[in-house]
């Protein structure tokens, strides 16, 4: 079948009419693509601030928790004296009670002034500044069992947090009695005791 210039010219309307109806189709096929990606687009925006939403709610809710965990346990450091400023007439004080109870043959002490802790390694300590106040000890002790006495009187008396680093202990023979010609002797420990009292000072308190 041949079509001639006449026949193309008749049909020439039906023709425009199929090419444009083409165009709006693929015009239409274009926008609603568009449609569908900007849809999908805000979609994966709207969820993932939802999923924000929901992150920072579950924070919100355990903070809460843990302040309600924590709570007593903040409020009894506060009351022991580790947390904020340094106790040191306490801390003297407390020693000097200690003495009291004769609980070694003597000791003395010497306490450095404050100064910020700088661990190794390197520690976060969060909002809070640890301090930290050497304290040496050198005690004249009958037996060993007595610097534990020390210890557990030092931790149970005295409000605060001494951190012992180490102890050495070193045997000696003295002189307790008998006449000048043949004196008695007995042996007896002297004892060398480093560490200190660590106190957390929170950085929003004046």
């Not at 661990?119 to 534990?148: C, T, V, W």
Request: hydrophobic share 40%; aromatic share 10%.
């Amino acid at each position: 079948m041949k079509f001639s210039r006449s026949d193309f010219y008749l049909m020439r309307w039906s023709i425009l009419a199929v090419c444009a109806s083409a165009l709006v189709s693929v015009a239409a096929l274009y926008s609603s693509g568009k449609y569908v990606e900007n849809t999908q687009n805000e979609r994966h925006l709207a969820q993932s601030m939802l999923n924000d939403a929901n992150n920072h709610l579950v924070t919100a809710r355990q903070d809460q928790e843990n302040m309600a965990i924590y709570a007593d346990e903040y409020g009894a450091l506060i009351g022991w004296n580790i947390i904020g400023d340094g106790q040191r007439l306490d801390w003297m004080e407390g020693l000097e009670n200690i003495r009291r109870k004769n609980l070694v043959t003597d000791f003395r002490y010497s306490i450095a002034p404050q100064k910020t802790f700088v661990s190794r390694p390197p520690i976060d300590s969060g909002n809070f500044a640890i301090h930290y106040s050497e304290m040496k000890l050198q005690f004249d002790l009958l037996h060993e069992g007595q610097l534990l006495n020390f210890f557990d009187a030092l931790r149970t008396d005295i409000k605060g947090w001494y951190q012992l680093e180490g102890c050495t202990l070193q045997r000696s023979v003295a002189a307790i009695g008998g006449d000048n010609d043949t004196p008695t002797a007995a042996a007896y420990l002297k004892a060398e005791c480093g560490g200190g009292w660590i106190t957390l000072k929170n950085r929003n308190t004046p």
